[in-house]
Nanobody
Framework: QVQLVESGGGLVQAGGSLRLSCAAS????????MAWFRQAPGKEREFVAV????????YYAESVKGRFTISRDTAKNTAYLQMNSLKPEDTAVYYC????????????????WGQGTQVTVSS
C-alpha cells in the first residue's frame, strides 16, 4: 500500500505561482512513477504530468507544458508540481497518483491516489 497526501493548494492571481507537494509513505518511493491530475468542476479528470521512479523521465500535458514542472525528492519521499504563469483555466482540484509503471499514456490507470488539493486562480 502507498499513502499519498497532497498539500500546497490555494488561491492565487492569474500569472502567479504555486508549488504542490505530494508526500508518499508505505513503500519504497523510488519504485513508483508519480503523476499529477486535475479535475475542474463539471469536467472529467485530466492528466497533467508524470515523472518516472528515478526522476529521469517526465511528460506533460500540452496545456501545461512550459509552465508546470514535475519533480521528486527521494530523500523526502515527496513529489512536486511547480506551477508558474497560472491561468484561471488551471483552477481545479489537483490529485497526485502513484504506480509501479511509468507511462506517457494520459488515460493510464494509477493504483494509488491522494485526496486532492484545491487550486483556484483568479482573473
Amino acid at each position: 500500500q502507498v499513502q499519498l497526501v497532497e498539500s500546497g493548494g490555494g488561491l492565487v492571481q492569474a500569472g502567479g505561482s504555486l508549488r504542490l507537494s505530494c508526500a508518499a509513505s508505505g513503500r519504497t518511493f523510488s519504485f513508483f512513477a508519480m503523476a499529477w491530475f486535475r479535475q475542474a468542476p463539471g469536467k472529467e479528470r485530466e492528466f497533467v504530468a508524470v515523472i518516472s521512479g528515478r526522476g529521469v523521465y517526465t511528460y506533460y500535458a500540452e496545456s501545461v507544458k512550459g509552465r508546470f514542472t514535475i519533480s521528486r525528492d527521494t530523500a523526502k519521499n515527496t513529489a512536486y508540481l511547480q506551477m508558474n504563469s497560472l491561468k484561471p483555466e488551471d483552477t481545479a482540484v489537483y490529485y497526485c497518483a502513484a504506480d509501479l509503471y511509468y507511462s506517457t499514456t494520459p488515460t493510464k490507470n494509477y493504483d494509488y491516489w491522494g485526496q486532492g488539493t484545491q487550486v483556484t486562480v483568479s482573473s
